[in-house]
């Protein structure tokens, strides 16, 4: 469904240009996920969000490579083209639900909002946001839509976002850091609801993460980045038990585990072992 070929992104900073994203090649699969693994500023989220030219330009430029959703070139298409796509065939869950939902609109105007964008031909808007919102756990969605954002817990949150990036039925879910700020117990919960939702709307799902010990069992595949590039691509299943690039296994060995004895973590000691 999606391909990614070569994707170079690059910012200008004080009349400086540095690579985010260098050359990176991946691929998703009707109704596969894909996770995306690596430490904070390897280029997760910039990939992500070039998917669909999110990124400002200026600063940002793809100087390279492009993406294609089901065989069609994204980043040739013009600005009202990929209004059509954003939210409609690729939907995004960014980071930070207590930032990303406006704190001066309930949540029924902002689910409404995506719907009306997304879906004009619904005519029962609130019961359509209801439905969605009961697909997503919220317990009595008919009294809840009423509520403003600081009357929900992180967790409730974080379902109002799934809520809205679903609403539009999108074919791929961009997921990026989903569950971070919230405690171990509501972590599983919501990755256990993207279990759940993909099963039922047969969507393919991209869930960038920086920890592996939240991938088994929900992502068939898996892509490591590092500094930009992409150094691992494979079965997530085989990467977890024999990952081929030292950065890979360095990220696995992080992963707590319980009964485990105290010790330091893994580093990577030079650059011919991070190539």
Same mark, same amino acid.
């Given at each position: 469904?999606?391909?990614?070929?070569?994707?170079?992104? #690059?910012?200008?900073?004080?009349?400086?240009?540095?690579?985010?994203?260098?050359?990176?090649?991946?691929?998703?699969?009707?109704?596969?996920?894909?996770?995306?693994?690596?430490?904070?500023?390897?280029?997760?989220?910039?990939?992500?969000?070039?998917?669909?030219?999110?990124?400002?330009?200026?600063?940002?430029?793809?100087?390279?490579?492009?993406?294609?959703?089901?065989?069609?070139?994204?980043?040739?298409?013009?600005? #009202?083209?990929?209004?059509?796509?954003?939210?409609?065939?690729?939907? *995004?869950?960014?980071?930070?639900?207590?930032?990303?939902? =406006?704190?001066?609109?309930?949540?029924?105007?902002?689910?409404?909002?995506?719907?009306?964008?997304?879906?004009?031909?619904?005519?029962?808007?609130?019961?359509?946001?209801?439905?969605?919102?009961?697909?997503?756990?919220?317990?009595?969605?008919?009294?809840?839509?009423?509520?403003?954002?600081?009357?929900?817990?992180?967790?409730?949150?974080?379902?109002?976002?799934?809520?809205?990036?679903?609403?539009?039925?999108?074919?791929?879910?961009?997921?990026?850091?989903?569950?971070?700020?919230?405690?171990?117990?509501?972590?599983?919960?919501?990755?256990?609801?993207?279990?759940?939702?993909?099963?039922?709307?047969?969507?393919?799902?991209?869930?960038?993460?920086? =920890?592996?010990?939240?991938?088994?069992?929900?992502?068939?595949?898996?892509?490591?980045? *590092?500094?930009? #590039?992409?150094?691992?691509?494979?079965?997530?299943?085989?990467?977890?038990?024999?990952?081929? =690039?030292?950065?890979? #296994?360095?990220?696995?060995?992080?992963?707590?585990?319980?009964?485990?004895?105290?010790?330091?973590?893994?580093?990577?000691? =030079?650059?011919?072992?991070?190539?």
């Amino acid at each position: 469904m999606l391909q990614v070929r070569d994707l170079t992104v #690059k910012f200008i900073s004080e009349d400086e240009e540095f690579t985010a994203v260098d050359s990176v090649s991946f691929t998703v699969a009707d109704g596969e996920t894909l996770a995306v693994v690596g430490e904070s500023g390897s280029g997760k989220s910039v990939t992500a969000l070039a998917l669909t030219r999110l990124l400002p330009e200026p600063p940002a430029r793809i100087a390279g490579g492009d993406v294609l959703l089901d065989g069609k070139s994204l980043l040739t298409k013009s600005a #009202k083209g990929l209004r059509q796509i954003r939210g409609r065939q690729i939907g *995004y869950i960014f980071q930070e639900p207590a930032t990303s939902l =406006n704190p001066v609109f309930s949540i029924y105007e902002q689910v409404a909002e995506t719907l009306r964008r997304h879906r004009p031909e619904v005519r029962d808007v609130r019961e359509e946001v209801v439905y969605w919102l009961d697909q997503v756990g919220i317990l009595e969605p008919g009294k809840r839509i009423r509520d403003y954002p600081f009357q929900l817990s992180g967790g409730m949150q974080q379902r109002v976002m799934i809520a809205m990036a679903l609403c539009a039925r999108p074919k791929i879910l961009v997921a990026d850091e989903p569950t971070t700020a919230l405690d171990v117990t509501v972590q599983r919960q919501i990755l256990d609801l993207f279990r759940v939702l993909k099963q039922r709307f047969g969507m393919s799902i991209i869930l960038i993460t920086h =920890n592996f010990g939240i991938i088994r069992g929900i992502a068939e595949k898996v892509a490591v980045m *590092y500094r930009g #590039k992409l150094v691992e691509f494979g079965e997530c299943a085989s990467v977890l038990k024999a990952p081929q =690039n030292p950065y890979t #296994k360095a990220l696995i060995d992080c992963v707590p585990r319980l009964g485990a004895s105290l010790r330091r973590l893994k580093t990577i000691s =030079n650059e011919r072992e991070r190539a």
